[in-house]
Structure formats: structure tokens, C-alpha cells
């Protein structure tokens, strides 16, 4: 378990912190225990192996590369080299756009790739130590009481940004919703 440590400067009594369940982009509920990068003792980051449970993206990038450079009639050590090279370099982006490393890569290249599998509706580029079940498990090194832990709100979905209902998808123009108004 990582030291979280609650001083004034990360928990303010007078705002309460809000954690975002479920949205338009998935669930991040529940912890599963995977790693969506390895880090060594000096901060190194590389790209674990696929498990059952998940598939890294920056492993199928590598997958995606070595595949292109295949079609493109170069050797299959060239192309393993270069796959290496693109999982390493991957992670090197921050975020979620690790995918520029790619051109020519269609969205069906990527399978499920950085989405936690046999999940209630998994979210996208979901992250363990980001979901809401890790987070409730964070606490003080010997703590004593609940005083030591963070206190949660939860809300379903802000996707909207607006308080609107819903997900964030609307099939019609947002002026023609009927909760926004009809425009003539």
C-alpha cells in the first residue's frame, strides 16, 4: 500500500472531494490488480506482459508496429526491434496520447488494449490505482480512526459539464434537446 499522507495542504474541510464513479468513458469502480506500466527503483518505466486480464497498450502498439513494418516488406528482426522500441517509447507520452507514436494504425489494430477485461462496462485507458475502490483503501501509516482516511462524495457522471441528465452523448444537436429548448 503507497503512504498517503493527510495534512492540511491535501485535504481542505471546507471543500469536499468528489470522486467520478462511472461516466460516458466507463466504470472506475472496482480495483483490479494489474499494472498498466512497470516502474523499477529508479523511476524506469517499461511495458508489462499481456495478462488475462489485460492487455497493455503499449504492448499492442508494439503488436501494431512490428505488423506495419511487416506489410511493409522489412525483416523480421527490424520489425522486432522496432516493436521494442515503440512499447518502450509508448509510455513516454503522457496520458492517453502514447497512440501518436503510431501512423497508418486502424482503430480495430488496437483490440480491447488499455481496458480492464470481464469488467462492467470498462473504462477507457482505465487505471487501478485510480479507481474509487483504491482510493477508499488509502490511508495514513498507522492509522487509528476514519480520521485518517480521505472523505469521498461520489457522483455517477459529469460528462455533460453542464449538469445536464445523461452520459454526455446525444444522437440530435444539444438545441434540440427538449431540456434545452427548441430553437426556431
Request: with cysteine; aromatic share 10%; net charge neutral.
Amino acid at each position: 500500500m503507497e503512504r498517503i499522507t493527510r495534512t492540511s495542504k491535501n485535504i481542505r474541510p471546507d471543500y469536499n472531494s468528489v470522486v467520478e464513479i462511472y461516466s460516458g468513458h466507463g466504470n472506475s469502480e472496482q480495483f483490479y490488480d494489474f499494472l498498466e506500466v512497470n516502474t523499477d527503483e529508479n523511476g524506469n518505466i517499461s511495458c508489462p506482459e499481456p495478462t488475462s486480464n489485460y492487455l497493455p497498450s503499449c504492448y499492442q502498439a508494439g503488436v501494431i508496429m512490428k505488423k506495419l513494418c511487416l506489410d511493409e516488406g522489412k525483416s523480421e528482426s527490424t520489425c522486432t526491434d522496432l516493436a521494442t522500441k515503440t512499447r518502450d517509447e509508448f509510455n513516454k507520452f503522457p496520458g492517453a496520447s502514447g497512440i501518436r507514436v503510431l501512423f497508418g494504425a486502424d482503430n480495430q489494430s488496437w483490440l480491447d488494449a488499455g481496458q480492464a477485461r470481464n469488467t462492467y462496462l470498462p473504462a477507457f485507458n482505465y487505471r487501478p490505482k485510480k479507481s474509487v475502490q483504491y482510493a477508499l483503501a488509502l490511508r495514513n501509516e498507522g492509522y487509528g480512526d476514519d480520521k485518517d482516511r480521505f472523505r469521498w462524495g461520489f457522483i455517477g457522471s459529469s460528462d455533460t459539464h453542464s449538469s445536464r441528465a445523461g452520459h454526455g452523448f446525444k444522437q440530435l444537436l444539444r438545441e434540440m434537446q427538449p431540456n434545452h429548448g427548441s430553437r426556431q
